[in-house]
């Protein structure tokens, strides 16, 4: 989860990135051949799941994978160890579960939205129904085919969450009711209404890959753009003028918020963290069983966060039951205290699953824990210098070196980094200490 994390603004010198090769992002018809068989990854805008659509889930890992959910850093799930030639029998399971509304667009489906948002009471505006209108107008939309499956839409209910995820196209709700429409990890942001928010996004997506095909040079994010935020922003203006959407002008951006909600009992919401964001079918049918009990057969539902954790609304559960819930999800293995070293930890998923790995780094990261958890940082441990799965802001990186071990690397922003060797997990507070500010 990494909640401690506070996401580190982009620089405002946007980076040009020339993307040579086709977008290769997996999905759920695009499956990825890895060590452990094949992958999928199955878009869940806003980590939103039915009771339904979890069993479903639950039933394709299991009849086809390893029977565990991944969670991904996009709220997305991931199923692994998939048996050769059963992507049809997948995308059969998965479509007639409503996970796959348009399949011509299922890779571009990447949206986050503010896990409590309507549940806690702290945010300026339920953002459920721009959600859903957003992922219709994405879904309706022909251009948005050609997203990059690393294209990433952001809907904030105004406490700033998600907001500092770098999302490409972030939707923010404001206390006037209306919405601010940012572009870019510290682009531009322009005000519109509330009611015009989900469309104003996908226009302004739409509006980006005009600009790449008027460039000439592939690029997959609104951060790479060799154009100017300015520029950007324009273009954008014109083309919600076009479709009749008035901007209200320019506007600040707020700063971000600390991260995702913490594990424990929010308002009228149970959330947990999912150490390493794996999920066995064990826990993730005690989270099903506890989603259902929780509210109605209609509304019992998962939220997945971007941070690796599970929020459950549960309307229906009185104080005295909560806390039976949440401890009963404790007995299963996810983290529901808020003091918990997990949510400091991180990991890509290594050795067996990834042939580029050089280790086993959850199994090193488990061993670690109690030392990492004290770290005055974060601690993302990685298989190889690519870091997959790295999250956004200050931390301390921990990559698998070339001849065993690993070099630890404090990443923060404005800083020169610090690095020292950790030849064994166990050691890591020695390491540590060589590093310390």
Known sequence: MLAAMAPSPSSPQATTAARERGDACPGTLRLHAADDGALARVRVPGGVVSVAQAVALATASRRLGDGDLHLTSRGNV???????????????????????????????????????????GRGLHDVRPWLVALDRALCASAAAREL?????????????????????????ATADGGAVLCLGASGAVLRVSGQDAPRAAVLAAETFLATVRASGTPVWRVDELAVSADELAGEVRSRLAEDGIEVAGAAQREPAGAGGPAPGAHGRALSVHVPLGRLSAAQWGELVDVAAAAGTAARGELRLTPWRGVVVPAPDLDGPQATAALDRLASAGLVVEPASPWLRVGACVGRPGCAKSRTDVRADATRALASAG????????????????????????????????????????????????????????TALAAIAP
């Open 78 to 120: 991931q199923l692994r160890g998939l048996r050769e030639g059963c992507g049809g029998e997948l995308a059969g399971a998965l479509g007639a579960a409503g996970l796959l509304p348009a399949p011509g667009h299922e890779r571009v489906r990447n949206v986050v939205a503010s896990p409590l948002s309507g549940l806690d």
């Open 148 to 172: 990059s499956g690393r294209f990433l839409f952001a809907v904030d209910d105004g406490r700033g969450d998600v907001a500092g995820l770098g999302a490409d196209v972030t939707v923010r």
């Open 374 to 429: 004290r770290a005055p940082l974060p601690v993302y441990w990685s298989g190889c210098e690519r870091r997959c799965g790295r999250p956004r802001g200050d931390l301390i990186d921990a990559v698998a070196a070339p001849a065993g071990g690993y070099e630890l690397i404090t990443a923060v922003r404005g800083r020169d980094p610090r690095t020292a060797p950790l030849d064994d997990p166990s050691d890591f507070a």
